[in-house]
């Protein structure tokens, strides 16, 4: 079974302060791509990786940074947490491009509230 | 990008059918995906149909894709209170940078 694990299920944070969402897979995914899900506008991407080191940007990737130092990992950072940054934050995999059906495999989110 | 549009809420009582339409702008979506969020929990992809079929059936639940319209929908058949969730349609195109692009998604409510 594929798995990915955010190191958070929920997390508050101050106005202000450096956030680190953290996601980690475990089936030698390629791709990885952190979303973010707020009530009535469905999921959102805020960046992406097709690989180590790699990444690009989403549709929302203000005020977001990335990081990917190894395959398995990959981290979203908010550089200046603001209360509108206050969501649900979901982090996902894929196999590469070439492989059938191009499933994305969900982790469990990270619920963020920033006071 | 591509656009994806579906209805926010559907109440079904147990034992009947329930029906979630989605509908997409991108003629070149290759895969249109169902996926299915529990309370609490991550996305579960639940079925997925690829562009050149018409329909795709799963135990409970059947696909239906019309790509005259670009019109997917989800049916599922006695629908039970472990269905309530969240659905996604999602769909996937090159034309995207092989990204999904996600609807708001349905709030299923199965009332006894």
């Known amino acids: 079974d594929v798995k990915v694990t955010q190191s958070s299920r929920y997390l508050v944070k101050r106005t202000g302060e450096k956030v680190f969402l953290e996601c980690v897979q475990d089936?030698?995914?390629?791709?990885m791509f952190w979303y973010r899900q707020d009530p009535g506008l469905g999921l959102r991407l805020i960046y992406f990786?097709?690989?180590?080191?790699?990444?690009e940007k989403g549709d929302i990737p203000e005020g977001y940074s990335v990081s990917r130092e190894k395959k398995e990992r990959f981290s979203l950072i908010l550089e200046s947490a603001s209360t509108n940054q206050t969501s649900m934050y979901l982090c996902?995999?894929?196999?590469?491009?070439?492989?059938?059906?191009?499933?994305?495999?969900f982790g469990p989110g990270t619920r963020l509230t920033v006071t | 990008g591509e656009d994806v549009e579906q209805s926010l809420f559907l109440s079904v009582r147990e034992g009947d059918s329930s029906v979630i339409n989605c509908t997409y702008t991108?003629?070149?979506?290759?895969?249109l995906y169902w996926y299915k969020q529990e309370p609490g929990a991550g996305l579960q992809l639940l079925t997925y149909i690829f562009s050149n079929m018409d329909m795709k059936q799963d135990q409970r639940l059947t696909v239906l894709l019309n790509k005259k319209d670009k019109h997917l929908s989800l049916r599922i058949a006695d629908t039970q209170t472990g269905d309530s969730a969240i659905y996604f349609c999602?769909?996937?195109?090159?034309?995207?940078?092989?990204?999904?692009?996600f609807g708001a998604g349905t709030t299923v409510t199965v009332r006894a």
């Open positions: 999602a769909g996937f195109s090159r034309s995207n940078d092989y990204k999904l692009s």
């Open positions: 991108d003629s070149s979506s290759t895969y």
């Open positions: 089936m030698d995914h390629e791709n």
């Open positions: 996902a995999s894929s196999p590469v491009i070439a492989a059938a059906s191009y499933e994305q495999y």
């Open positions: 990786s097709y690989d180590v080191k790699m990444k």
